[in-house]
């Protein structure tokens, strides 16, 4: 089954703590995306990558920070200086990076509360 | 002002009516139009994309797109319960990657039994 594969699916986070988001793709694609939703705001890119060992920060990339060691993984961290990270993280990816001829594909998510 | 202007609902119609969603935007640039839907806690799915104007027809979908009003619409036919989802459109340029799309703030569609 290809797809892509977020975990955990939920996950707590203290106030002052690190924690990382898992995005698995075995789809083979080159690009792949970190979103985050909040209600009543459209999806935010935080940072994508074009290729392996390559990323761009995105519109919100502030308090967050990636890897892209494999071709296939795509891991998020959301540090303590996010102040905000009460939210929906989406991973995503896509063959190219061109909106002509190719689709994205999303992630089921990871809902990111701190308690 | 946003790049992308959705209402948020919820938009409530009983089984078996026309759903009309629609975004506005202000880029006249834009020619890249899409409509995701998105159960809760889930992640959004590709429903429908477009290029440029004009209609666009799948099933029970109809993507119609407005670029001198800059408004585009995303029409549901026959509702079912199981179309019970937030809809979020996604506008880029063309030579945009996907990584610059503009998404909606998504519209929560209920169809009631």
């Known amino acids: 089954d290809g797809g892509i594969t977020q975990s955990p699916k939920y996950l707590f986070r203290k106030e002052g703590q690190n924690v990382t988001l898992s995005c698995e793709q075995n789809?083979?694609?080159?690009?792949m995306y970190w979103y985050r939703q909040d209600p009543g705001q459209g999806l935010r890119l935080i940072y994508y990558s074009q290729i392996v060992n390559d990323f761009q920060k995105g519109d919100i990339a502030e308090g967050y920070s990636v890897s892209r060691e494999k071709k296939e993984s795509f891991p998020l961290t959301v540090t303590s200086a996010q102040k905000n990270p009460t939210a929906f993280y989406l991973c995503a990816s896509s063959e190219g990076q061109g909106l002509m001829n190719t689709e994205a594909f999303f992630g089921q998510g990871t809902r990111l509360t701190v308690v | 002002q946003k790049e992308v202007e959705q209402d948020p609902g919820p938009l409530s119609v009983p089984e078996g009516a026309i759903v009309s969603l629609n975004c506005t935007y202000s880029?006249?640039?834009?020619?890249?139009f899409m409509w995701y839907r998105q159960y809760s806690r889930k992640g959004p799915e590709l429903l429908m994309y477009t290029y440029s104007s004009g209609n666009k027809e799948d099933g029970r979908f109809t993507a119609q797109v407005d670029k001198s009003s800059k408004y585009i619409s995303l029409f549901i036919r026959d509702s079912q319960p199981s179309d019970s989802a937030t809809y979020l459109c996604a506008i880029g340029e063309t030579t945009d990657s996907w990584g610059k799309l503009q998404f909606g703030a998504g519209t929560q569609v209920v169809v009631t039994p």
């Open positions: 880029n006249s640039a834009f020619q890249y």
């Open positions: 789809l083979n694609h080159d690009a």
